[in-house]
């Protein structure tokens, strides 16, 4: 076997793989979200949005993970910080942390449900201990940045542990003599933070931004088991119309939208974030 | 060697076991269905009403969407694996030549409704499909709630009018709102709109969308929407809120009104939709059963078919599924608390002096979600978002009759029957 093709022949499989599972799916929803029953169309572009629920629909997902995604970063840039300084017990810690992962997202959605619907525990505490007379419709139409927050809370609780995981490699990278010769210049530990940590750390939150962002945009089986149709998102929208209504080729034209949002977030953090030209991990 | 003819050995047995019980299978008459899909429903299909079956039932049931692409694929192909399909009125007359006569199943002396048999024509001359059962969409109320009943106010010949202002009296009586609505993503509020409120004021369900007496109608709902609960857009199933006492007077599906009945007995009482100017609206619902022409048993299917008319499998489903039977067949003595109590509502309903029949849609086929999605609409925007009204009914007006063009359907009760696509005027 010719020395040089072996890396390429090894590659093979995967590539494969990716084609057919991935980029010829990706290569049909393209065709169908431009066609109609007379060929090339951007009939369903129009649908989509002239829809009276579009512009709502794209500002509910866009404004969600502009607030989800920097409460995570922080989120997890503390447990990873927690998580690396700790010596003895950190596995367990580690794996304390990482237990919402496990679950689906729509379990985390009905968890958070158990707990805001009418008749679920924030409501038996609040009347238990005499607070409210009856309970309160936390997650009805009309609080609707009731339902907002209740998501807010569902998904920080659920995917944080995605970005802690990613950070904690990271930070595991990075050589203790950068934070020996740190202490020795007197700095302290928030400058040690922000000149040390952070600037190492520029490929791994690419990394997990990126991923966190584009799942972000994707949030779907949180949102309908906290408010149903009640908080329209763009996956929400994208499944009602190639379920409810049928109509594949708008269903198509809404995943091109979250494609097209997910491809311009990671241009801006590759770009934002990218590791100078020359500089070594 | 010997570990390689073991190995061949273990794996020529695994394939003759595996296409032993997949030729099992395959005597199975396979029922598809769009009846019957909730998880419990279709538990006590296959445990209760189709075990006794001889040569066994596979019975799958499916939401619209997937009900339709392999019907149609069977279709194209000319064959295929349904035995039995069992749907609505409107999903079976779409596709009338693709089924069976079945004017020779004899159904050992056992009558059914002349009115549905002459549905089942489906126009032609044959008998397309058979009637399976019957439901229609009924009002429940919290026994509780009658003390706040207006004076003079009979519960079997309610007006809106009469049921606004209970809800309001309840409202301001218990400090809270008690009336209910499905009006979650899975509650079936379309068929309030398009069966019941709509039709009472305007004698029409499509054409008359955006006349002067529909207006009236979304109107009068908004009155009642401010004694309705306002957790209903979460509701799918009235049985749970009535259960737990957030409503205590509700609308809704038969099968979804039963579990409420079935465990607090004493605590419920089922009575007629109320009716508007132009009479006391309703929706029946009738499900078929018929046999596609492809299908790869004929006789296993008939026998299938005749199966289901029989009046224990007939009682059977009624304790499964809630949905009536359409046979003259005597009901046991022993039946549950919910069809006791839902029976003579149906009844009172479907014959009063002022009942007026408001069908399902017929001939829409894959875009019945879309239709329903515009009565959804018209409700979120008027009521729920406190749109203009008038201009809310103009533009979903424009999206119905768009749609009608679309799919080409003709009117259908209790609409004027038309020359091509029911016009909305």
Known sequence: MPQRALPYLLLLPATLFLLVFFVYPFVQIAILAFSGPEGFTLKPFLTMATHWKFQTTLWNTLLLTAIIVPIQLVMALSMASIVAKLKTGRNTILYIFTIPLGLSDLAAGIIWLAIFEQSGFLNSVLVGLGLTERPILFLGYQNLWMIFVAVILAEVWRATAIVMVILVSGLGLIPREYYEAAEVFGAGPWKRFTKVTLPMLRPSLQTALILRTIAAFEVFAVVVALGGTTLPVLMGETFNWQFALSDRNVAAAYALVILAISIASTLVFLRVLRTPKGATI | MKKTLRILAGATLA????????????????????????VEETQKMREQVLKAFEGGVDFQPQEPGPFITRIEAEMEAGSGAIGVVGGLHGDLSRYADNWVDLSDVDLAGITASPAFLELGKLGTSEQKYLPWMQATYVMAANRQALEYLPEGADINALTYDQLIAWAKAMAEGTGSPKFGLPGGPKGLKHRFFQGFLLPAYTGSEVTK??????????????????????????????????????????????ARLGEAFNQKPDDFVAFPAPAGPKGRAFMPVLAGIAIPKGAPDIDAAKALVKYMMQPETQAATLVATNFFPVTDAALPADLPASARALGPAVTAMTSAPDALAALLPVGLGDLGGQFNQVYIDTFERAVLGGQDLRQVLDQQADTLRTLMVQANAPCWLPDEPSEGPCPVE
């Open chain 2, 15 to 38: 394939v003759s076991m595996a296409a032993f019980t997949a030729g099992a299978a395959s005597a199975q008459v396979l029922f598809w269905s769009s009846q019957a899909a909730p």
């Open chain 2, 209 to 254: 969308f955006r006349s002067a007496e529909a207006e009236e109608a979304w109107n009068k709902f908004k009155e009642l929407w401010q004694f309705t609960n306002p957790a209903s857009t979460n509701y799918d199933f009235m049985q749970e809120p009535l259960l737990t006492g957030d409503v205590w007077l509700a609308f809704d599906h038969i």
